[in-house]
């Protein structure tokens, strides 16, 4: 064997080697993040020293607690920025956070932006703005086996972040999808709405409420114009739970209900989701409460929360005619990361 050839072979080996090491003692080490460290450190370590200025951050950056779901430029590192192979590795990085139903949806919403370009095209309008490029990955923090940091994909009608604190996850909102076109015009057969099951689960859940259940759920005739626990908004903006509440359900509404929490849940990596789910109920569910806003037929602007101790669900669907979704999980405790995450900062970044 000549000698560039061996050692080609050798360094490769040590790589490979070393990778599976690294791995091996991640994955008695750290759990169920670790997927996300390891694609977060492949992520980071495949760009240059320029892009990963942009895609880092340290933990105690404001932008970590910064969020938003409008049109713009975001912080971190634009998908359209990266090459055919940086591309590769930042999607396999949002496959480490997301479930396959997650990444799907995600997709689609990225994809809603050229079909919105034509149609704002063809108005005479100007697009330029709607560019599935320009949604932005961000690192706060170190992606470690054990480590605490932070991961964010953000852009138009998206939100979404995984916060770990050694190795353990300890928040996973503001969590925000939305579509825009939520029905794509076209025959009944090319329709797709990115967001259908959100709404088709809870239009289920009405259908089985009885005259007295229905009148406690439905708690206005208008929908409100948007979620109301946008950017900045604190929970106090929902006020007290209104609704029909667990407790006043038969195992058959219980059984739709909590189908349309997990519908919200398994956005997140199947481990992620069943780690928040569990938590919901551990925390009781007797007064998660239903509420329903606006009207009941199809194309009727709507709104609709699921409000419980700790959290709260929103979906509003009112704007373009009642063709263009919003959805948000908040975590009142938990949203970027909470108590463990600011305990962390105080504690080891105090004097950084």
């Known amino acids: 064997m000549n000698a560039p050839l061996a050692i080609g072979i050798t360094t490769l080996t040590a790589l490979v080697s070393g990778i599976a090491i690294w791995s091996q003692q991640a994955e008695a080490s750290g759990g169920r993040t670790v997927p996300v460290a390891r694609a977060a450190k492949a992520f980071l370590d495949g760009l240059t020293a320029e892009q990963r200025k942009l895609a880092q951050r340290p933990l105690s950056d404001a932008e970590r607690t910064a969020w938003n779901f409008v049109p713009g430029r975001y912080a971190g590192i634009e998908i359209g920025a990266l090459d055919a192979g940086q591309k590769a590795v930042a999607h396999e990085l949002l496959r ?27 108005k005479g309008q100007d697009a330029s703005h709607r560019d599935p490029a320009r949604y932005a990955l961000l690192v706060l923090g170190e992606p470690e086996a054990r480590g605490t940091y932070v991961v964010r994909f953000q852009g138009h009608h998206v939100s979404l972040q995984v916060a770990v604190r050694a190795g353990e996850l300890v928040g996973h909102t503001p969590q925000f999808l939305g579509s825009n076109p939520h029905a794509v015009a076209g025959a009944p057969a090319q329709r797709r709405r990115v967001l259908g099951a959100e709404e088709d689960l809870a239009r289920a859940f009405l259908l089985l409420l009885d005259e007295a259940q229905l009148q406690k759920a439905v708690i206005a005739v208008e929908a409100p114009k948007d979620v109301l626990l946008g950017p900045g908004k604190a929970p106090a903006e929902l006020g007290p739970r209104r609704g029909v509440a667990w407790k006043d359900l038969n195992e058959t509404q219980r059984g739709v209900l909590w189908r349309l929490v997990e519908e919200y849940a398994h956005v997140l990596r199947a481990e992620f989701a069943a780690q928040e789910l569990a938590k919901l109920r551990a925390e009781g569910l007797d007064e998660m409460s239903f509420a329903w806003a606006g009207g009941r037929e199809r194309g009727q602007g709507h709104y609709y929360r699921i409000h419980g101790l700790k959290f709260a669900i929103e979906y509003d669907c009112t704007q373009d005619d009642a063709n263009h979704v919003h959805t948000v999980w908040r975590d ?4 970027f990361g909470g108590d463990p995450m600011r305990e962390h900062l105080e504690h080891d970044h105090a004097h950084k």
């Open 96 to 122: 480490s956070m997301l479930s396959v139903r997650g990444y799907e949806k995600t997709s689609a919403i990225m994809a809603l932006e050229d079909v919105l370009r034509e149609i704002e095209t063809g």
């Open 332 to 335: 009142f405790e938990h949203d």
